[in-house]
């Protein structure tokens, strides 16, 4: 057997699974909504990282350019001693304090001479080179095969001068990178970044002939300031950029002293860091990086969601640099699961709140079903003592109850006309009885009660509703002059009602009056036979429900008319005198 449960359990569930169906479906939305616009701001923002970073660089370039351009077209590239160079050494300790980021100038010559100028810019680079401690700038020098270091202060005054063989026989400016890529052509050229070898420090060398093409200026960018301002440019604590090349190798990263590592020990060569040994998963599991790497894409290690975007950044004369971001899922998002969350505590909290307020109005809606319910028990039980009286705010059940007041009142009022009529010995005065509590039933004015007698119809009685006699001339009536309304009844067997009209009011022998309508009910007894019929005059039109209750009440009418009748006949036939 199915279960059964109240409606107030059920609405209740009901609305509390609507308001969990409809919180679910927003709070995902919502956070679908929100991953997509975090994700599209991560993706929006690592290209406003690889513009910033890109224009960085080009603002370390263009100054060492523009002074290269200046360099290798002045008459330091025509001076043929060291003495005719360093008179130009004004020119380029003021291109160096011009450009933070260029930390040497250097002009090499096509005999094989080198006039390269440094800056010494803290107490680890002159401990390298054995300078004195107030030195600020490095004079390294290759004229006529002679080699020779020299130690100037800030104002460019000697300190000390060391001569050094050796660097002439070891040093050949021809046989480097950014002379070969620079001699052959009249652009400014840019060689790959790599580790300089006297500051340990990232950066790129560009060089550029000189207008008579027998010397090439060049100069070294450090390129370590770009790794610094990675670090500036975080979206979330957790994430990690990295700049590196097309080999994997750490170019820029936000600890400048991990771009570096020494594999064999602190006294071995130096190397540029591959990413994958920076410590970050998500750069771990990157590999064969280059510029069609580029784009946004998503990385799972160890249950931890990474975004990864990979945008190119574009040198001039060399392959592309690849700037990296990766962003923890669980850190980018996390913006989108506190929306979550706060949406689910609203959601309990209005679970919460509405149990008891839905559980109130669903009794409410209920208890008027309750006790129409118990009306109905005592409906079946015949117990008519009580009206109903259940209101209620649903118009439904409001309307149930006002037809089952309707229903009790009318199974009560029938009751109560069959028990009276029963409960009539006299026929005489059965027939008033019978047509004064039909006319109450009907709500008529007026009413005629018709008799079968030998073919002819016979005005039994006539009321008014308020018992009296009703004027005019009754007698007896031809069925076939009764009248529209009553022929029709009589001819169809059913009820009939319609405005009454002047054949009407002359076939019933009363006097005409404006806007009545006529209620024409047959009366059959247990064998379907005609044995009368009535006429009831009601002010207004009677209703569906009217009609049928005056046709129900006429066969209760019928058959009380011919049970009296048959008593009546015994009783005279029993009364009548005999005859011997």
């Known amino acids: 057997m199915a279960h059964r449960y109240p409606l ?22 919502g956070y679908k909504s929100s991953r997509e616009l975090l994700e599209s701001s991560a993706s929006e923002l690592n290209a406003r990282i690889s513009k910033e970073i890109h224009s960085e660089f080009r603002n370390l370039v263009a100054p060492a350019g523009m002074a290269m351009r200046l360099i290798s077209q002045s008459k330091v590239t025509e001076a043929q001693t060291l003495s005719e160079r360093l008179a130009f050494l004004g020119l380029i300790r003021e291109a160096l304090q011009d450009s933070p980021a260029i930390s040497a100038f250097y002009i090499g010559y096509a005999s094989g001479d080198l006039f ?34 020299l130690y100037l202060d800030t104002a460019g005054a000697i300190l000390r001068r060391d001569p050094r063989p050796d660097y002439a026989s070891n040093y050949d400016p021809r046989q480097r990178d950014w002379y ?16 300089f070898y006297s500051s340990k420090k990232v950066g790129s060398t560009i060089s550029r002939r000189s207008p008579r093409g027998d010397a090439v200026a060049g100069a070294d960018i450090q390129l370590d300031t770009l790794g610094l ?15 590196a090349d097309s080999k994997g190798q750490t170019i820029g990263f936000e600890n400048p002293a991990q771009a570096i590592s020494f594999p064999n020990g602190p006294d071995a060569p130096p190397r540029l860091t591959p990413i994958s040994e920076l410590g970050v998963p998500a750069f771990a599991a990157l590999s064969a990086l280059d510029a069609r790497s580029e784009g946004n894409s998503r990385l799972t290690l160890n249950d931890e969601q990474w975004h990864i975007s990979i945008s190119p950044l574009t040198i001039q004369g060399s392959s592309p640099l690849l700037l990296i971001s990766a962003i923890p899922d669980k ?46 028990d005592l409906i079946q ?24 007041s309707g229903m009790k009142r009318t199974i009560r009022r029938f009751l109560d006309i069959s028990m009276a009529i029963a409960a009539e010995n006299d026929f005489d005065r059965l027939l ?149």
Not at 8 to 13: V, W
Not at 381 to 404: H, K, Y
């Open 8 to 29: 107030h359990l059920q609405i209740s569930t009901l609305f509390v699974a609507l308001i969990l169906l409809i919180s679910s479906i927003v709070g995902f939305l």
């Open 432 to 580: 008033p009885r019978l047509l004064s509590e039909t006319l109450s039933a009907a709500e008529a004015k007026a009413g005629i009660l018709y008799l079968y007698d030998h073919g002819q119809l016979l005005n039994a009685s006539a009321l008014k509703d308020d018992g009296s006699p009703l004027p005019g001339t009754l007698g007896q009536i031809d069925p076939a002059t009764t009248g529209p309304l009553l022929s029709q009844a009589l001819s169809s067997r059913k009820p009939c009602t319609r405005v009454l009209t002047s054949a009407d009011f002359a076939a019933l022998g009363v006097a005409a009056t404006n806007d009545t309508h006529g209620i024409a009910v047959p009366l059959h007894n247990r064998q379907q036979q005609l044995v009368g019929a009535m006429m009831l005059l009601c002010p207004v039109a009677a209703g569906q429900a009217q009609v049928s209750f005056v046709e129900a009440l006429s066969g209760s009418v019928a058959v009380s008319l011919e049970s009296k009748e048959l008593i009546k006949a015994q009783k005279t036939l029993f009364e009548a005198p005999s005859f011997s």
């Open 180 to 195: 070969s890529s620079a001699i052959t052509t009249d652009q400014q050229a840019y060689t790959e970044p790599y580790l």
């Open 381 to 404: 039980q015949f117990e008519f003592s009580q009206p109903i009286t259940v209101r209620s705010l649903v118009l439904e059940v409001n309307d149930l109850a006002t037809t089952m």
């Open 229 to 243: 301002s990675l670090a500036d440019q975080k979206v979330t604590p957790g994430s990690q950029i990295v700049l």
């Open 116 to 149: 390269f100028t440094r800056r010494l810019s803290d107490a680890t680079e002159r401990a390298f080179f054995k300078a004195p401690a107030t030195a600020a700038y490095l004079v390294q020098s290759i004229a006529q095969g002679k080699g020779e270091f």
């Open 331 to 376: 850190e980018l998002m996390a913006g989108a699961r506190q929306t979550l969350r706060h949406v689910a505590l609203t959601v309990l909290i209005v679970i919460l709140l509405a149990i008891p307020i839905t559980w109130l109005l669903a009794r409410s809606v209920a208890k008027p079903l309750r006790q129409l319910a118990r009306e109905a």
